[in-house]
């Protein structure tokens, strides 16, 4: 068997290869329950609506926020503008800016998405005991925090 290229200190090869394995597995899985809906928004738009529910914010920091061009952001952006899923305002503390706000059809939009998106994901982990559960979103959350801090001025939560 070859040897990881990239082993972390204190993670062994075995452990990085589990990481990898089952991190492919369970991303494909989600990947393909979110390619088999028929809905009217991609991923990135699916992320872009989750980061405004969070809150309104400048496409600068969207763009921060997801580690993306701000190109990248604006071409999405319009996209969803033309849906009428997200709308674009004068920023009150800077009028050269605009902030971003989801609207009502959006946050309708990312309901039947998220249930459309997650339900795969929500069944098999409702299978697991009470217990399970909590340290796997302990885990995750864990998991989480430690890559965004491997990603100074990156993506956030």
């Known amino acids: 068997m070859m040897e990881h290229p990239i082993v972390a200190e204190g993670l062994t090869e075995d452990e990085l290869r589990r990481l990898e394995t089952s991190f492919i597995q369970v991303v494909r899985w989600v990947m393909s329950s979110a390619h088999r809906m028929n809905g009217s928004i991609d991923r990135a738009g699916y992320v872009t609506l989750v980061v405004l529910e969070e809150e309104t914010v400048r496409l ?4 921060t ?3 993306l061009d701000s ?3 604006s071409r999405q952006i319009k996209n969803l503008e033309d849906q009428g899923f997200v709308r674009r305002t004068d920023d009150p ?3 050269r800016a605009s902030v971003l706000t989801l609207t009502d ?6 309901r039947s998405q998220r249930a459309s ?8 982990v409702s299978s697991m005991s009470r217990e399970r559960r909590r340290k796997v ?3 995750l959350d864990d998991l989480a925090e430690a890559c965004r801090a491997e990603t100074p001025g990156k993506a956030t939560r």
């Open 60 to 63: 600068s920091d969207l763009a």
């Open 65 to 67: 926020r997801l580690s």
């Open 71 to 73: 190109s990248t952001v």
């Open 93 to 95: 503390d800077d009028r």
């Open 105 to 110: 059809a959006g946050a309708d939009e990312l």
């Open 117 to 124: 998106r997650w339900a795969p994901v929500s069944n098999a």
């Open 137 to 139: 979103l302990q885990l």
